[in-house]
């Protein structure tokens, strides 16, 4: 007769095969042999049954159990990387105000804002059918109550890598207006200058005055101008100011048709010895579009590095930071 398998519903495992009948006498070596499976099926069936504290042994191939939530270690190492890399950062932008002879470090201004204000003509700054037309927005300033202010800087003139290195050490964002006809002689150095960051735009090709000049010639300025940036640096810009602020409903037809969506003019021009303002209060406001130009010595007493040096020494005792203008529109 075979073995008899009785289960055990209180521990869920199986008994221990057990035989009838009268008991047959075996060698040492089959002795051993039951030995040891018994002992192997009891720790079988340990399973559920393990006293408490004692952890159950997993089935081969299988990961052990886990007690608890991973570790909160590598977010806190995140933290603090992230915490060094600021500090480093500071130390390095406290650095670069001094080498260059600014008054205070400038400030950072707040990131970018998710949903962009929207962008509308100044008011005494409109063409006829301006609305109708959908002619894109000649404004001064963006709206924002931020303590921000936007550098831009117009024409091409000046090609001075100390102002290149000036501007990257102190990470300052601003935004470049070009003619071809400054620019035509070392397009590698507004190269450079995209390759930081900076936004390059459309200045016209000879910088004319433009209400002076019939739709056909201003088209050719302005989308000329288009054409030589794509070529030369991989992007149609999207923003075009005109020459000396002056433009009428054909400037602004023109630059649409060339593919421009904003018309940004100033509220603020800085140079290298003094600043110059549109608004009654002579004073900056949130927002505010600042204009400069390519300019050295040959133009100006003092160097491009200079000029930057009053426009951060003020914006900075003022408690304004400076801001990228694409980011806003």
């Known amino acids: 007769m075979g073995p008899v398998v009785q289960n055990d519903e209180k521990r869920g495992c199986s008994r221990v095969p057990r035989r009838r009948g009268p008991v047959r006498r075996r060698t040492g070596v089959r002795s051993l042999i039951a030995v040891l499976a018994l002992a192997t099926i009891a720790s079988g069936c ?147 200058m995209q390759d930081r960051g900076v936004g390059l735009n459309n200045h016209t090709l000879h910088h004319p005055y433009l209400p002076a000049l019939s739709y056909a010639r201003q088209k050719r300025e302005i989308c000329g101008m288009q054409d030589v940036i794509e070529k030369r640096y991989g992007k149609r810009p999207t923003l075009f100011r005109p020459p000396f602020g002056n433009y009428d409903q054909d400037s602004l037809r023109a630059a649409k048709t060339c593919g421009v969506r904003y018309a940004p003019l100033w509220a603020e021009e800085v140079f290298v010895d003094h600043w110059e303002y549109r608004e009654w209060d002579q004073d900056l406001h949130p927002g505010d579009i600042v204009l400069s130009h390519f300019r050295g010595r040959g133009d100006w007493k003092g160097t491009m590095p200079d000029m930057v040096r009053r426009f951060l020494n003020k914006v900075t005792a003022k408690g304004y930071a400076v801001a990228r203008l694409e980011d806003y529109l």
């Not at 992230?82 to 950062?89: D, I, Q």
């Not at 700054?125 to 300033?141: A, K, M, Q, S």
């Not at 550098?151 to 003619?179: H, N, V």
């Open 46 to 192: 340990a399973g559920d049954g393990e006293a408490p504290g004692r952890a159950a042994r997993p089935a081969p191939g299988q990961q052990p159990r886990k007690a608890g939530p991973p570790p909160a270690a590598p977010p806190a190492r995140a933290l603090h990387s992230y915490a060094s890399r600021l500090r480093a950062a500071h130390r390095a932008r406290v650095a670069a105000a001094k080498r260059w002879g600014l008054r205070q470090v400038p400030l950072t201004p707040p990131p970018p804002p998710a949903d962009k204000p929207e962008i509308t003509t100044r008011k005494g700054f409109e063409v006829d059918d301006h609305e109708e037309l959908g002619l894109p927005p000649v404004f001064t300033t963006i709206p924002t109550r931020d303590r921000i202010v936007f550098l831009t800087i117009d024409d091409g003139a000046e090609k001075d890598p100390a102002f290149l290195r000036m501007m990257s050490e102190l990470k300052i964002p601003y935004t470049a207006f070009l003619s071809d006809y400054l620019v035509k002689d070392d397009y590698g150095y507004f190269k450079r």
